[in-house]
């Protein structure tokens, strides 16, 4: 059964780093694509980054590029999302997300599995 448990949200100052995790079970991220999405209060869900399983290809919104890193590390199969100089417009519900579809587009509806969220308050 495929779980994804996400971790390390929480309320931090504008221009602050937070770093993400999101632990996998029950698949391994050889064959799975992972991606971390986020939803705002009255927004539509979009896509933050996302990797490729197949070649490590990495895609990211155009919003965070430059200050959002997504990594994985096989041997705790888990994913991660290091994101620095945080802004007000990134409070979101993070979640995490695994595909098993090819190739990789970077949209919700292309990812069956999804993690439960963590909260990002970006305030001062």
């Known amino acids: 059964q495929v779980q994804l448990v996400e971790s390390g949200g929480g309320l931090v100052l504008p221009g602050r780093s937070l770093r993400l995790s999101c632990a996998a079970s029950?698949?391994?991220?050889?064959?799975?694509?992972m991606g971390w999405f986020r939803q705002a209060p009255g927004k539509e869900r979009e896509g933050v980054s996302c990797?490729?399983?197949?070649?490590?290809?990495?895609y990211y919104a155009d919003s965070v590029k430059g200050r959002f890193t997504i990594s994985r590390d096989y041997a705790k199969n888990t994913v991660y999302l290091q994101m620095n100089g945080l802004k007000p417009e990134d409070t979101a519900a993070y979640y995490c997300?695994?595909?098993?579809?090819?190739?990789?587009?970077?949209?919700?509806?292309?990812?069956?599995?999804w993690g439960q969220g963590t909260q990002v308050t970006v305030s001062s």
């Open positions: 029950g698949f391994t991220l050889d064959y799975y694509s």
């Open positions: 990797i490729s399983s197949s070649d490590g290809s990495t």
């Open positions: 997300a695994a595909t098993s579809v090819a190739p990789l587009f970077c949209r919700d509806n292309w990812f069956e599995n």
